[in-house]
């Protein structure tokens, strides 16, 4: 009898983790509304970027005439990321702009 109730015990732990584990978690509700949250809006600030990826441009120059080649390759690497963000958010605004991207 206690077998039983032990086997049932796991296997209802196991479903339970089971359809819990593989709800997505998009269409997790709020507390405080009832209603699915499907998109979430990213939005880019194109010229904030742009000012940082100057301002890293400006700081590696200064550093390579200081004769600091690391840490000025460091900003010129943190540049060249932050201007493939850039790109990468122009190319999604472009994109969801149209109704047929292609």
Do not use: W, Y
């Not at 796991?10 to 997790?28: E, L």
């Not at 441009?57 to 004769?67: N, R, S, V, W």
């Not at 990321?81 to 994109?95: F, G, V, Y």
């Amino acid at each position: 009898m206690t077998k039983r109730f032990s086997v049932l015990a796991v296997s209802a732990a196991v479903v339970g983790g089971f359809f819990i584990t593989s709800m997505p978690a998009h269409a997790a509700t709020s507390a405080d509304r009832g209603e699915v949250s499907v998109k979430a809006s990213v939005t880019c600030n194109t010229s904030q970027l742009r000012q940082q990826i100057a301002n890293l441009k400006t700081k590696a120059a200064k550093l390579k005439q200081l004769g600091e080649t690391a840490a000025a390759k460091k900003a010129l690497n943190d540049a060249a990321a932050l201007q493939k963000k850039l790109d990468a958010c122009i190319k999604a605004d472009d994109d969801a702009s149209k109704p047929f991207p292609g």
